[in-house]
Every structure is written in C-alpha cells, then in structure tokens.
T-cell receptor, first 115, second 114 residues
Framework: DAGVIQSPRHEVTEMGQEVTLRCKPISGHDYLFWYRQTMMRGLELLIYFNNNVPIDDSGMPEDRFSAKMPNASFSTLKIQPSEPRDSAVYFC?????????????FGPGTRLLVL | AQKVTQAQTEISVVEKEDVTLDCVYETRDTTYYLFWYKQPPSGELVFLIRRNSFDEQNEISGRYSWNFQKSTSSFNFTITASQVVDSAVYFCALRSGSQGNLIFGKGTKLSVKP
C-alpha cells in the first residue's frame, strides 16, 4: 500500500490567505486524524473522523480552521484566514480500528509557514 | 485525564552505548494502548511498537527492546549498541480505549555521536 499521502509537502503563504491541506488515508482504514506539531505545544490532535463523520473536533483552535471528509479516501483541512501562529507541521494519520488494528500510520506531514 | 510524560528532553550518547528512553503514562481506563514512534531529522513519524494494557510481556526487536510495567505505569524503550542512524526524536504515545486519538509525550531527542 502507498501509505498515507499528504499534499502539499511544503506551503508558504502570506497572512490572511486561505490554506488547504489534503490527505488520502490508507485504503480500508476507517479512522482519519489530523494532528499539528509545534515546538511549543508538541504533537496535538486537531480533529478525527470515523467513517467520514467527525467524532472529536475539540482540538480545532478556532473557527478559522475547518476539516472535511467527503469520502473514505480524501480529507481536507482548511485555514481561512491564515495567521503566522498557524505555522507548524500538520500530520494526517489513519487507522483500522474496526479491524482491531490499533496502530495509527502517519503521512509525511505538510510544513506550513505563514508570513 | 490521560497524560504521557517523557522526562528526558535530550540525550546524547556515543555510538555503541546502550540508552534507555523513559515514558510514564496516566490513564483511568483499564483498556489502553501504548506506542513508540520515531521522528528522524527528515520529519516523518515512524511507528515502532504497540502494546496493549493486557500484555505486559516485554518485547525485543533487534537492538530495540521495550519494558512495559503497569505497576509503575511505565513503558521504557532501550536501544542496545546505539548507532548514528538512531539519532532522532522518539515519542511515546497513549491511546485509551474510550477514545480514538493518541496522546503524545513531548518527545526525547536522541543524539548518537560517532
């Protein structure tokens, strides 16, 4: 399998612009997670989906962040408008919990820099 | 509340030394899963091992070994005969049975010098 695919790998944008991060989970996985990694806060959950339905979005910082999963093979994380404090590495991960495979596999991450 | 503590922020060793990375966790759930991930300088997160709360058997995989002790809520990771390629940040993580996401520790940065 190709693993979790994320795009873009790097994104540089200016404050106020809209940013869209994309994720393709491993085929057959029923859970999808978005995490953010910063030096100050480490790795933290933003939101996760089960069978395309958002289950826990308590980690989404504010209304500027939104996430969707229109089908089992695609998810987006959107930031509008972006701010310099959103600069971080954003990881997508997927897992097959219903198959009792408890491991989360991570994509390569998107390194976002907001100027 | 769930929590993972990796008290060692950075460790530096010389190649061929053994090194142990500590991980202490907190959870009230009786069913939970513990993980170690490696993050090399390239930035990806690489899965190393998973342990569930009902399996306290220690595990060895090549130069890597893990010691899970429920009595002390610890899941420590030992690298034997360390190599330069082991240089990375290592994360311990917890998933409690009642939730889907991982709770990560702050990570331990391991530097192995030749």
């Amino acid at each position: 399998d190709a693993g979790v695919i994320q795009s873009p790998r790097h994104e540089v944008t200016e404050m106020g612009q809209e940013v869209t991060l994309r994720c393709k989970p491993i085929s057959g996985h029923d859970y999808l997670f978005w995490y953010r990694q910063t030096m100050m806060r480490g790795l933290e959950l933003l939101i996760y989906f089960n069978n395309n339905v958002p289950i826990d979005d308590s980690g989404m910082p504010e209304d500027r962040f939104s996430a969707k999963m229109p089908n089992a093979s695609f998810s987006t994380l959107k930031i509008q408008p972006s701010e310099p404090r959103d600069s971080a590495v954003y990881f997508c991960a997927s897992s097959d919990y219903s198959g009792r495979r408890e491991t989360q596999y991570f994509g390569p991450g998107t390194r976002l820099l907001v100027l | 509340a769930q929590k993972v503590t990796q008290a060692q922020t950075e460790i530096s060793v010389v190649e061929k030394e053994d090194v142990t990375l500590d991980c202490v966790y907190e959870t009230r759930d009786t069913t939970y899963y513990l993980f170690w991930y490696k993050q090399p300088p390239s930035g990806e997160l690489v899965f190393l091992i998973r342990r569930n709360s009902f399996d306290e058997q220690n595990e060895i995989s090549g130069r890597y070994s893990w010691n899970f002790q429920k009595s002390t809520s610890s899941f420590n990771f030992t690298i034997t005969a360390s190599q330069v390629v082991d240089s990375a940040v290592y994360f311990c993580a917890l998933r409690s049975g009642s939730q889907g996401n991982l709770i990560f520790g702050k990570g331990t940065k391991l530097s192995v010098k030749p």
